[in-house]
């Protein structure tokens, strides 16, 4: 077996490159290692939730996942492609810590947002690396492109066929006062984002809960936001709602505490000729039920 060669690279300095990821528009199936920082979630032998690799040791993920959830239950698989079979680039871990956010409201889905430490610390090769996160003071307008990723189901009440390879689509950001019109005034607050056609047919779906949803800028990928929650999947003038992780920077640093991930501001101002700032902050530590979300397809 030939072995990925190990990255002995910092997660500030590696974060959101893919270099096995040569996507442009479209597509089902993922290529192996298009998507390293993308987790799977298990608890009882099976998939439940997404979640993305923030650096060698820590995952974020959606609170919604992890109601009554005991960091004892869970199994974290990384450089994951199928959920059957053999993944000859995988490696898996156990959970010690799980962080909820204090202030997720479960009503309302706000504050959706969550923080899984491994049992050991995960190496770095092209199929396991961490994604960079969007700073405090990103941008990401209406019409961002914007990959969303999971092992959910293909439509509402479908699941993914055997093997169960990941999925990957395409989706433009949705500004929030045309979400919040087409999905219910007030539902979609400032910490969230959405994004979706207006005539469906692309989204996340349930079994994709936790998963990343990230915008390229110049080579690096940057996380924008977390499959929360929405109305049915890929519906039309129905877009998906994300957890905007922009505006949980300080609550990620604050929590780890050190090692921490690479925050990048995103913008589409931003000139790809200048180098991206990644920063590093000062050292300091539910399944929303099927008939929201969690989830993708085409």
């Known amino acids: 077996m030939v072995r990925a060669p190990l990255i002995l690279q ?54 919604h ?43 309302t889905n706000n504050n959706d947002i969550a923080l899984l430490r491994l049992s050991s610390a995960v190496t770095f090769n092209n199929y396991i690396r961490p994604v960079c996160l969007a700073a405090q003071n990103s941008v990401f307008p209406s019409g961002t492109s914007s990959w969303i990723t999971g092992w959910g189901d293909v439509q509402s009440g479908v699941s993914l066929p055997s093997p169960g390879i990941l999925q990957e689509t395409m989706v433009p950001v949705v500004d929030n006062v045309q979400c919040n019109t087409l999905l219910g005034s007030g539902s979609v607050t400032s910490n969230m984002m959405c994004a979706g056609l207006t005539q ?52 990620i640093t604050n929590n780890i505490g050190q090692n921490l991930p690479g925050f990048v501001t995103f913008s589409p101002s931003n000139s790809c000729s200048a180098s991206l700032s990644k920063t590093l902050s000062q050292t300091p530590t539910h399944i929303l039920y099927p008939i929201n979300r969690g989830y993708l397809f085409d």
């Open 200 to 251: 469906g047919g692309k989204d996340t779906c349930q079994g994709d809960s936790g998963g990343p949803m990230v915008s390229q800028q110049c080579t690096v990928w940057v996380q924008s936001g977390i499959t929360s929650w929405g109305h049915g999947c890929a519906d039309p003038n129905s877009p998906g709602v994300y957890t905007s992780v922009s505006r949980y920077q300080s609550w």
């Open 65 to 107: 996942c992890l109601p009554g959830v005991s960091a004892s239950s869970l199994r974290v698989y990384l450089g994951r492609r199928t959920q059957q079979g053999v993944n000859a680039n995988e490696i898996s871990r156990n959970v010690t810590t799980i962080i909820v956010h204090t202030s997720y409201d479960r009503n």
């Open 10 to 63: 910092t997660s500030t300095s590696i974060c959101g490159q893919a270099p096995l990821n040569t996507r442009i528009v479209g597509g089902v199936n993922a290529p192996d290692g298009s998507w390293p920082w993308q987790v799977s979630l298990h608890r009882s032998g099976y998939h439940f939730c997404g979640g993305s690799l923030i650096n060698n040791e820590w995952v974020l993920t959606a609170a």
